[in-house]
Every structure is written in C-alpha cells, then in structure tokens.
C-alpha cells in the first residue's frame, strides 16, 4: 500500500478505471488520491462513489501530489502540461497515458530532469483484463519504476517496452480492442442470419473469441497450430476459412493495424 499522494488529471473511461482499480484493490488508499477533470458532474460522480479528494485545477493536483497520471485527450494536452510544468520536479513522476504523445513530446513542456512514464493502455483495463505498455525516462529510481508498475496491474499486463514500439503497441494493443469487438459482432450477425436469438449469438460470440484467446496464453502454441487443430479435412471450419482468406481477412486486419500505427505517429 502506498502513502504517497496520487493525483489523476481527466476522469474519462480510462482514468476512471484506473482510478476505480486503486481504490477497490487498497492499493492506494482513497484519502491518498486526488482528481481533477474539466466536468463537475463528473467529479462529483467520483467523489461520491470513491470518496477521494477533488482538486480546483490541474495546477492545484500537480502542487499537492507526488505522482500525476495525465489522462487527457491528445487535443487539450498541450494546455495541460503548460499548465503544470512548473510543479513537475524533484520527486514528482509524471505518467502519461495520453496516446500518440512521446516523452520527448512531454519533455517540451516540463523541466529536462523530470522523471516521466509513458503508458499504452487498451479499455479491457476497465475490468482488469488489460494490456498496459510502460517506458520510462529521466532519473527514476528502479524502486520507483516497479512501485508504479506494482500499482498498474490492477489493471492488467504490464509490459515494459521501449518507447520506439508505443506506436507499435498501439496498433496492436490499444486500438485492437475495437476490431475485436467488430469481429465479435460480425460473428453474431451471422449467427443471427442462421437463426440464433441476438442475446444468445453475443454470448457465444463473446465466449468463443475469449476462449480462444486464453488457449493461445495458456499452451503457447502458435496460433496456425491452434487453427489447425479446428480444420477437419474437407470439414465445417476449413471451408469457413477458405472463405476468410478468400475475402482478405488477414490482409484486412494487417492493413488497418498499419494505418492506426501510421495515424498514431502523427498525434
């Protein structure tokens, strides 16, 4: 359990989660924790639900705390760290989830000794089911840096990177979630169109994509294997992936990856 103070700047979906995911593991206690956000329901939402304590403003968060994730849209980041530069120092650790913005970005409007974390997470941290990429730069102690990784699996993976692959991860990670969630429902229409009620096609849909991904983690066998062992000769499944390949499945998912890596570099 940590004592130092933990400041969330932008209470969206992700800095809600992760906020959520301190406070219900105790790993950080909710009198510990500070937030700011530009919309006042929204932090009395917050308040009321986590009993954690409401900064003024992103100066006043930056002031009060040791350790401020910056969970804002890449449009208003800029705002953001100039607000802030001047409490960034010393001790303090920023951490960044803000996608498509590297720490050399960071680093234009903070001091050049400030130790900063960049984050990629996806949305399954929403649940703890995430995949969370960390780089670090600056002069972070290792107690430091494994301090906030400890904090950081409540939400999931943490994998540590170099910051060269976060555009990388992006396309495969953080953005993955929403062609997944697009497969998933694809394959519910189609159980639909052969006859199967919605709420039942969404559940198999759902279970199977899950189930599949847990054997792939689980036996470390290369997917084409684990595909292999679905294609009965002259059966159901290879004629379905003859017609997934027919159509450019694996060209379709590659080529968008690319295209939300390439977009993702120019954030």
């Given at each position: 359990m940590s004592d130092r103070k933990i400041g969330i700047i932008g209470c969206g979906n992700m800095g809600s989660a992760i906020l959520a995911s301190f406070v219900e593991s105790r790993k950080v206690l909710s009198y510990n924790i500070?937030?700011?956000?530009?919309?006042?329901?929204?932090?009395k939402t917050m308040k009321e639900k986590y009993d954690i304590n409401i900064a003024s403003n992103s100066v006043e968060l930056a002031e009060l705390c040791d350790e401020i994730i910056l969970?804002?849209?890449?449009?208003?980041?800029?705002?953001?760290?100039?607000?802030?530069?001047?409490?960034?120092?010393?001790?303090?650790?920023?951490i960044s989830i803000v996608a498509g913005k590297s720490i050399d970005y960071i680093k234009r409007f903070i001091k050049a000794d400030a130790k900063i974390i960049r984050l990629m997470p996806n949305t399954p941290a929403l649940i703890g089911q995430g995949v969370i990429a960390m780089t670090a730069e600056g002069p972070i102690e290792d107690d430091e840096f494994l301090h906030i990784k400890e904090l950081l699996t409540t939400l999931g993976l943490v994998v540590e990177v170099d910051e060269k692959y976060m555009d990388a991860i992006t396309g495969i990670s953080g953005s993955s979630p929403a062609y997944v969630f697009m497969f998933i429902e694809a394959l519910a229409d189609a159980g639909v169109y052969a006859g199967l009620p919605r709420d039942i096609s969404y559940q198999i849909a759902a279970q199977a994509v899950m189930g599949s991904a847990a054997l792939v983690l689980k036996t470390g066998k290369h997917p084409g294997v684990l595909k292999d062992m679905v294609c009965s000769p002259g059966g159901t499944t290879i004629e379905a992936v003859r017609e997934l390949e027919r159509n450019g499945f694996r060209s379709a998912v590659i080529e968008a990856v690319i295209s939300c890596v390439k977009k993702s570099k120019t954030l």
């Open positions: 500070w937030v700011y956000d530009v919309s006042n329901e929204r932090l969970a804002v849209k890449p449009d208003v980041v800029e705002k953001v760290l100039s607000e802030i530069s001047n409490k960034i120092s010393g001790s303090k650790i920023l």
